[in-house]
């Protein structure tokens, strides 16, 4: 509903920053008065009684002005170009990798110089895991974040991603990078001026002077790294006062209640869009809205913000999508994507974590029964977002999905559970070389870490030189990407996966690390190792080539574009998870035996809509498949992507 007030209120600040509404801002002026009404009613169901919501409302839309009016005349190009396309993010033709920048290749002054590696792979699309500055010793990997605007001088400066933008941009590839939203480092410039004892900016974080509050707060909240950093507060000497630390005792939860906390962090939202990023990548967001009472995760103000940072963004850089890292219980998961009039309107893209974990039940079991029980909530993902589909990222590896969906599938979820915990740390004769993270005492839950590589098998394959391990380990690797670049979404490769890079272990004489298992699969690159991906005969090469070619393929068959074209099909076998990407000129069958054995699929299962084939063509190995008796084969830990003629 149009409203004068509303539009009489925006066109005051816009006059006051010299915007040509009839001219040259006439795409900005559109949007933004497309978007008044929804940005008006998403704050002040936030912020309705706050004593400042109508002046950091003024502020809020001053913000986005001044963002609009600081991006380049490239960057609004490049916008106009996405906005053409409908849902860009939703192509086939994007794959991307998320890298450790010192890790990977020392510093962003060498970034340019990687990106003919990164095409010739096949990606065009590069997450770069945090790069903004954080403190030695207290970075959480980089996301205790101390400045929002300076790189870290580990990394170079913000000239040096600056100059990696625009190669990346003469290239045709899309730059990602993170934004912490939930927290900030304790040696920030505000809890800096917090512990002065400065009121406002006290006010930034959530701050008590007694332990009343946090424990209540305590009583429903989980902990998040009982091993490392127990409980959700920590005690600040210099505020004399109990902080939020949700994650560690240096990162400092940032108060949402307060508007001027929402305004500042938008600001810092809207300086990475026109420093060129595609694609923003908010860290933990289903922390961002605490209430007490409850678990502090998912609750629906922590929605509403971010829906309203979207109608901001859009407003000021629409070419930008927005990226929700919520690694939440599978109905936790869609909601990141909007619901109700709000669908497809709050992150543009979510990471699958359900899909991902999934795919390491089915290949420690051989049984894609709980996956397939977990595929109605998956499916109700809306049209207009998309996944970000993966086997591994910096992270480890969470056993997120119900308990329901392991005892659809017949199993205790407990014992199984139990059994996948004991399967990725190589127990009871395993193959897998991983280690278990983040064990609770008291529940026994654990997560799991290990490289894409060692977990399936190759670190102790290569450790007992057996070749006949070796190639079975190589057959799990490409299974699990080929799984994971076909399902729907942007296939993301985590560093070093793509040449087969097993367990680090230097971070066991790194103090700074040492404490955090996750680092054994965050490898330093070895680019002499890398160089063996040209050699034929090695390891890498095999691994190199096959992703390479899983990803060319990809890119090829316009049906795996992401427009909520996936049926789930019913193999009638327990080992083979099988589905169809479609579209008004082609059908994709896709086909994955999880099973140490070979196994038989029936032909019928390909008469998907009454249609029926003479030959069955597989696009990965080029060639036709031969059925017998109204069979077909697929070897052990095989797949096919079938065409039908």
């Known amino acids: 509903m149009y409203n004068y007030a509303l539009h009489k209120q925006i066109n005051k600040v816009l006059a006051s920053n010299n915007i040509d509404a009839g001219g040259a ?10 978007n008044a009404a929804a940005i008006q009613a998403l704050y002040y169901t936030i912020y309705a009684g706050h004593t400042a919501a109508d002046e950091l409302f003024d502020e809020m839309i001053a913000t986005i002005v001044v963002a609009h009016n600081q991006r380049s005349k490239a960057l609004k190009q490049k916008d106009a170009e996405k906005q053409q396309k409908d849902y860009w993010f939703l192509s086939n033709k994007i794959a991307g990798m998320s890298l450790y920048v010192d890790r990977f290749c020392g510093s962003l002054k060498h970034m340019p110089a990687k990106l003919g590696y990164l095409k010739n792979t096949g990606i065009n699309l590069l997450h770069l895991m945090p790069v903004f500055e954080s403190p030695a010793g207290e970075s959480d990997g980089g996301y205790a974040v101390s400045n929002y605007r300076k790189v870290d001088e580990r990394f170079g400066t913000i000239e040096d991603l600056l100059v990696l933008q625009e190669h990346m941009q003469a290239e045709d590839m899309y730059l990602v990078v993170d934004i912490v939203l939930n927290h900030t480092s304790h040696k920030h410039e505000w809890a800096e001026k917090a512990k002065q004892g400065d009121k406002k900016y006290q006010d930034f974080y959530y701050m008590y002077s007694d332990r009343t509050i946090p424990d209540s707060f305590e009583r429903t909240m989980p902990e998040i790294f009982p091993e490392s950093a127990p409980g959700s507060f920590t005690w600040s000497a210099a505020c004399n006062k109990w902080v939020m630390t949700v994650f560690h005792n240096y990162q400092w939860d940032l108060n949402y209640t307060n508007p001027a906390v929402f305004v500042a962090m938008l600001d810092n939202i809207l300086f990475y869009a026109n420093i060129g990023v595609d694609i923003l990548r908010i860290d933990a967001p289903a922390f961002i809205w605490k209430a007490l009472g409850t678990t502090c995760q998912n609750l629906p103000k922590a929605h509403t913000i971010l829906q309203l940072i979207r109608q901001c963004v ?41 899909q991902m974990a999934l795919q390491w039940d089915m290949l ?89 590589a060692s977990l399936c098998g190759l670190e102790k394959a290569l450790g007992d030189n057996d070749d006949v391990a070796i190639k079975t380990a190589i057959k799990k690797i490409l299974l699990m990407q080929a799984h994971s670049f076909f399902l729907g979404g942007i296939p993301m490769l985590f560093y070093g996966d793509e040449a087969g890079y097993t367990n680090n272990y230097s971070y066991l004489q790194d103090a700074t690390k040492s404490y955090d298992n996750r680092w054994m699969h965050r490898p330093i690159i070895d680019w002499q190792k890398n160089g063996n991906t040209k050699v034929p005969g090695t390891v890498e090469y095999a691994i190199f080539t096959g992703t390479q070619q899983l990803l060319a393929l ?8 992401d427009l909520k074209n996936i049926t789930w099909l019913h193999t009638h076998n327990k080992c083979v998870a099988g589905f169809i990407r479609y579209n008004n000129k082609s059908q994709i069958f896709c086909l994955f035996n999880f099973s140490s054995s070979e196994t038989f699929v029936a032909v019928s299962v390909l008469s998907y809509g009454g249609k029926t084939y003479n030959t069955l063509y597989d696009n990965f190995s080029g060639k036709y498949i031969t059925e017998s008796t109204g069979y077909f084969a697929i070897e052990a830990y095989g797949f096919y992507i079938i065409e039908g003629h």
């Open 314 to 354: 859009q407003a000021a850089a629409p070419g930008m999508a927005l990226l929700g890292e919520a690694i939440v219980a599978p109905k936790d998961i869609l909601p990141y994507f909007g619901t109700g009039k709000a669908a497809a309107q709050e992150c543009d893209v979510a990471y699958n974590a359900t």
């Open 554 to 561: 990809r890119k090829r068959l316009d049906a795996i574009a």
């Open 364 to 452: 420690a079991t051989g049984d894609t029964r709980v996956m397939y029980a977990a595929q109605y909530l998956l499916l109700q993902k809306p049209y207009g977002a998309t996944w970000i589909t993966y086997t591994r990222c910096h992270d480890d590896i969470g056993l997120g999905y119900d308990d329901s969906m392991i005892a659809e599938a017949g199993y205790s979820p407990y014992e199984h559970r139990k059994f996948l915990k004991e399967y990725y740390s190589g127990q009871n004769g395993s193959p897998a070389r991983g280690a278990l993270f983040s064990v609770n005492p008291k529940s026994q839950d654990a997560r799991i870490s290990g490289s894409l």
């Open 25 to 34: 801002d006439i795409d900005f002026y559109t949007r933004l008065i497309a």
